[in-house]
């Protein structure tokens, strides 16, 4: 083994994922918890596995989005209730980014929502308990629903050459999906749903397996399709999500937050016909105008590590808000990342002190985010 996992787990309490015993095989050093799960993180320099997820193609083991699955007569009608997006606009067969949000338009989750059929939704989680708050919802809810956490564990295929990948695995007809459809099918004999989505900004796909026994095969077909393309496992790219503007779940966004403050108003569709948990707060929001926004910012001189706190953001010596996620590109040469601040202070150009453990005070300026490929054209090709 190439990481003592009693470092991270005492016991049987953390779940291992279908792909586990491969990301040993192939030399995760470093695990954390996601979703009650042990999640491989790196198998070698962060900055070796960004510049091979640019240049190449990356397998990532993400069975740590465990998925919340609602069915049920009245299924639409309870999913549409969890979000301010409005799924009459999701086909069967397609997918899309939402946000979950509480009464006071907090922030619950910013799972990708996969619509099965009329009535039958997945959520891929990032890292919080939506089983638990959908089931609270459903108990008061008066729908017919089921809600289940269904045997289904997906890996990412990253990179520019993953196209090439999922051709070599599927077919051409895959190749032809859109962005953010899928479509469900078999790999010699594995069930699996395969979706035109990602957490890299670079072009991907997620395959689901819906057998957890059938882990190590699907893991190993995957590797044998991209051995041409010098495919690799990594870890998930926080350099190449904080370029891409990709926000981290309990990192840049909270409960605390509401869907304004984390400035992703756009999944807010503010026509929508039916209700949703905290539309009335978020009309609130939207009519008054929110006092914090998290806003891009470059933090001036030498490369620093990638954040494990929050650093304070001061404003003429006085404390104002916090990074939430700060990383150095090798692309870009200089260190990027987010910001809670008051919206006075997130005016582009505005100067501010960031406090970073074991360096000390650095500049940072307000700049304009996604900080790579705004329009997100890449993802797309």
Not at 28 to 39: E, I, S
Not at 94 to 116: F, M, S
């Amino acid at each position: 083994m190439t990481f003592d996992m009693r470092l991270v787990q005492r016991g049987a309490r953390l779940r291992r994922t279908p792909f586990f015993a491969a990301t040993q095989r192939y030399g995760a050093r470093a695990y954390t918890v996601y979703n009650h799960m042990l999640f491989p993180i790196n198998y070698a320099d962060l900055e070796e596995e960004y510049w091979h997820l640019i240049r190449h193609v990356t397998l990532w083991d993400v069975a740590v989005e465990r998925q919340v699955e609602i069915t049920g007569p009245d299924a639409f009608a309870f999913t549409n209730l969890l979000t301010p997006r409005d799924l009459t606009r999701c086909a069967v067969g397609q997918g899309k980014y939402v946000v979950i949000t509480a009464e006071d338009g907090g922030v619950i989750n910013d799972p990708v929502l996969l619509r099965l059929g009329e009535n039958h939704f997945w959520l891929a989680l990032a890292d919080s308990d939506v089983l638990l708050w959908a089931r609270g919802v459903a108990r008061h809810a008066g729908l017919r629903v089921t809600i289940t956490e269904p045997d289904v564990s997906p890996l990412q295929v990253q990179g520019p050459k993953a196209k090439e990948v999922v051709r070599t695995l599927f077919g051409e007809g895959v190749t032809k999906l859109k962005y953010y459809w899928f479509l469900e099918t078999s790999l010699d004999g594995i069930p699996v749903v395969v979706t035109r989505t990602g957490w890299s900004g670079e072009v991907g796909y997620e395959i689901y397996l819906r057998d957890g026994s059938r882990g190590d095969d699907l893991w190993e077909r995957v590797m044998a399709a991209g051995k041409p393309h010098r495919i690799r496992p990594t870890g998930p790219s926080d350099i190449r999500r904080v370029e891409a503007g990709i926000l981290n779940w309990g990192a840049d966004m909270s409960m605390a937050d509401n869907v304004y403050e984390a400035g992703l108003e756009w999944l807010i569709d503010v026509d929508k016909p039916a209700d949703y948990i905290g539309r009335e707060a978020l009309q609130r929001v939207r009519s008054d105008g929110v006092t914090r926004k998290l806003a891009g910012i470059e933090i001036a001189g030498d490369p620093v590590p990638f954040n494990e706190t929050k650093w304070p953001v001061s404003v003429s010596g006085g404390v104002v808000g916090q990074v939430t996620s700060a990383v150095w590109s090798p692309r870009l040469t200089r260190n990027i990342g987010y910001a809670m601040l008051p919206i006075a202070h997130t005016a582009l150009g505005t100067t501010l002190q960031v406090d970073i453990p074991d360096i000390g005070m650095r500049q940072a300026t307000v700049v304009t985010k996604p900080f790579v490929d705004p329009t997100k054209e890449i993802p797309k090709t």
